[in-house]
T-cell receptor
Framework: GDSVTQMEGPVTLSEEAFLTINCTYTATGYPSLFWYVQYPGEGLQLLLKATKADDKGSNKGFEATYRKETTSFHLEKGSVQVSDSAVYFCALKGPGANNLFFGTGTRLTVIP | DVKVTQSSRYLVKRTGEKVFLECVQDMDHENMFWYRQDPGLGLRLIYFSYDVKMKEKGDIPEGYSVSREKKERFSLILESASTNQTSMYLC?????????????FGQGTRLTVV
């Protein structure tokens, strides 16, 4: 079945450091891929998304590229800020499916 | 803006109580979902509903039931609450089917069963 494997956390970085959170997936066909972010005390918000191979999703300085050959959708940001401290979830939706499959989440803490 | 509203941010209930968690969305979405979120386990799907009065079990339906009498409202019911149901519960909604359709989430209900 469809599944997502996400880098274990927690991750602690200094402000302005480079961030990578790894995400790989298993799916039949060509799923849609997402990164969601959960700030403290809140629900999940969509951060970025991609629908087909080689698509790059981007938002708020974050990027992720849909790599079909490596079944990956790694999240990157060149220079993190304290305000980026949150839990990040990788997710996929199979073609024709209605529900999403989520990774276990990665907690990021950025220290000044 | 899409709004998904969960009726409570925090709830404390006693073991054996019947618990209702309510979720309302204002975007006329057909699909609605209930997840629970636990540390190290991420989000696990409890039930989802693809339209009014329609429901399907997710990965962990045991001990839960749902009700979808109106399109905008999706209720999660804990028939007899137990301490292992202490968790964060998240409701989500989206349009159905093909293509890129993101899910919108409520703010979550943190339930503690004592």
């Amino acid at each position: 079945g469809d599944s997502v494997t996400q880098m274990e956390g927690p991750v602690t970085l200094s402000e302005e450091a480079f961030l990578t959170i790894n995400c790989t997936y298993t799916a039949t066909g060509y799923p849609s891929l997402f990164w969601y972010v959960q700030y403290p005390g809140e629900g999940l918000q969509l951060l970025l998304k991609a629908t087909k191979a080689d698509d790059k999703g981007s938002n708020k300085g974050f990027e992720a590229t849909y790599r079909k050959e490596t079944t990956s959708f790694h999240l990157e940001k060149g220079s993190v800020q304290v305000s980026d401290s949150a839990v990040y979830f990788c997710a996929l939706k199979g073609p024709g499916a209605n529900n999403l499959f989520f990774g276990t989440g990665t907690r990021l803490t950025v220290i000044p | 803006d899409v709004k998904v509203t969960q009726s409570s941010r925090y709830l404390v209930k006693r073991t054996g109580e019947k618990v209702f968690l309510e979720c309302v969305q204002d975007m006329d979405h057909e699909n609605m979902f209930w997840y629970r979120q636990d540390p190290g386990l991420g989000l696990r799907l409890i039930y989802f509903s693809y339209d009014v009065k329609m429901k399907e079990k997710g990965d962990i339906p045991e001990g839960y039931s749902v009700s979808r009498e109106k399109k905008e409202r999706f209720s999660l019911i804990l028939e007899s609450a137990s301490t292992n149901q202490t968790s964060m519960y998240l409701c989500a909604s989206k349009y159905p089917g093909q293509g890129l359709t993101e899910a919108f989430f409520g703010q979550g209900t943190r339930l503690t069963v004592v």
